[in-house]
């Protein structure tokens, strides 16, 4: 089941076509599952926006091989190279408005934003989460952590939320969720998979959603 947040937009508007796609900054620490999914979406023509960079704070992440691969630039700021938080995360604001990013996507980006980093992009940043916020949420929640807390609480579903990112961790008004059950014998292995393939489904169907509004919003 999905659920849709309500319209984050207060002025009322007619539906346009998009003049062009919304541009996409993704930041990432891992793998990068996700960073596939919004990759493969965006090979869509009808798809209303694009991938244009790829910012990780670990050097080894598979993420951006993907990006890559896929043809899109992909830049490493390490944290430990920056004397506070602040020159660490103005240097990943520098590569995002070099490329005139509209729309930030966290995909497994293991770092928690400053507000200032919040309030700059305010309204323009998404995270994805596993499990149904509010619960199973907020600071030190995430990956592993998230799915066996879940299996210790003995609660019969589970599942993934994107939402807007606020300077409050896990806080932000959801814009699209899915629900998975959880099995008698699931492992946290085993729920993180079954999660993982509806997060690969939603996150770019929520980026259509935000991105078309903010295309809206623009013209």
Known sequence: MDRTAPEPFTQDRRPEEPEGRVRLGVLVSG??????????ASTDP????EVVVV???R?????????RRAGVGAYVVPREAFSDRASFEERITEILERHAVEVVCLAGFLRILSPVFVERFCGRILNIHPALLPTFGGKGMYGERVHRAVLASGVTHSGCTV???TADVDAGPVILQA???VLPDDTAASLARRVAAQE?????EAIRIV???VRAATT
Do not use: C, E, M
């Open 55 to 57: 910012v990780s704070d």
């Open 163 to 165: 939402h807007f990112v």
């Open 200 to 204: 690969h489904r939603i996150y770019p």
């Open 46 to 49: 009808d798809f209303p926006a």
């Open 31 to 40: 793998n990068g599952t996700n960073l596939q999914a919004i990759l493969d």
């Open 179 to 181: 629900t998975v059950p």
């Open 59 to 67: 050097p080894g992440a598979y993420a951006l091989t993907r990006a």
């Open 211 to 213: 991105a078309r509004r």
